[in-house]
């Protein structure tokens, strides 16, 4: 199977689609303090989606081959979950990281990205794993151009991690988005420069490492969903939805209320109003 080239409407409709993702998150930031549970955080974005954006949440009822559907509309990881934390009864508490990861579907179209949150005073240790996370994730995007191949993304990624002394999960990917929420090439988040797919113009995909602060093993709750380190040790993941252009790229996720672009970035981002 081939990796969607998509057109000129299509991409002006992802553009679209993944401004409105990265609004969630956004919006969203200043509910997540200490005393909030994660199934209140689900609530508030499911409504800010579907009432305000009359955008659709991809993750409710999303049932990929083997999985049960997912109950809620967003994924909530804290601390040592990876990845796909259902929200629920959880009060989050001031220490605590969680990754939010917001998937809107609009005209058809899916827009998906997350962040780390720091819930009140976070240890030196958890915002390093966050930070270093952030920028695994901008030294991957930053590989990405027609001159580029998929092993030069997830080394740049794998190197970065590594160097910190974290490991990274091989079992999820970043994965090429459009009208399908996963759809090909599968992107890797380690691998050998100069290897796997290059990449061509009008691709769509996205960047979302999940990084260890200990050893890279994960393992599935009973609830069918989330993903745990295996050591309990922490972990962060970030995810931006990225087009290759001609050039370079175009980073479709971008909103006024994220973090600072590494300066190591040479590509010049225009951050939106
Ligand atoms: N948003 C996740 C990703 O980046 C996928 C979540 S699937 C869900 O690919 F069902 F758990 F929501
Ligand atoms: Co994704
Ligand atoms: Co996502």
């Avoid at 659709?56 to 040592?80: D, E, F, Q, R, W």
Wanted: with cysteine.
């Amino acid at each position: 199977m081939a990796v969607h080239i998509k057109t000129p409407e299509e991409i002006a409709s992802m553009r679209v689609a993944c401004r409105l993702g990265a609004d969630v998150l956004d919006f969203i930031a200043p509910y997540v303090k200490p005393g909030v549970t994660t199934g209140e955080i689900d609530r508030i974005c499911h409504d800010f989606m579907v009432d305000v954006q009359k955008t659709i949440p991809a993750p409710l009822n999303y049932a990929p081959p083997g999985y049960k559907p997912y109950p809620k509309s967003i994924c909530t990881s804290v601390n040592h979950q990876v990845c796909h934390g259902v929200p629920g009864d959880r009060v989050l508490r001031s220490g605590d990281i969680v990754n939010l990861d917001i998937t809107v579907i609009k005209d058809g179209f899916h827009g998906d990205t997350s962040r780390m949150f720091l819930v009140g005073e976070a240890s030196i240790q958890a915002k390093r794993l966050c930070e270093v996370t952030h920028e695994c994730m901008w030294r991957g995007i930053d590989q990405v151009s027609p001159r580029a191949t998929l092993g030069d993304i997830g080394a740049a990624v794998q190197a970065h991690a590594e160097s910190h002394g974290y490991s990274i999960v091989r079992e999820f990917c970043g994965h090429g988005v459009g009208r399908k929420f996963h759809e090909e090439p599968q992107v890797l988040h380690y691998g050998r420069p100069g290897t796997g797919l290059r990449l061509t113009p009008g691709m769509i995909f996205t960047i979302e490492p999940m990084v260890n602060a200990g050893k890279a093993a994960i393992r599935e709750l009973a609830d069918g969903w989330t993903i745990v380190t295996k050591d309990h040790s922490l972990s962060a993941q970030w995810e931006h939805t990225v087009l290759v252009t001609e050039s370079g790229y175009e980073v479709l996720t971008l909103s006024p209320g994220m973090p600072p672009v590494p300066a190591f970035v040479k590509n010049s981002i225009a951050v939106p109003a």
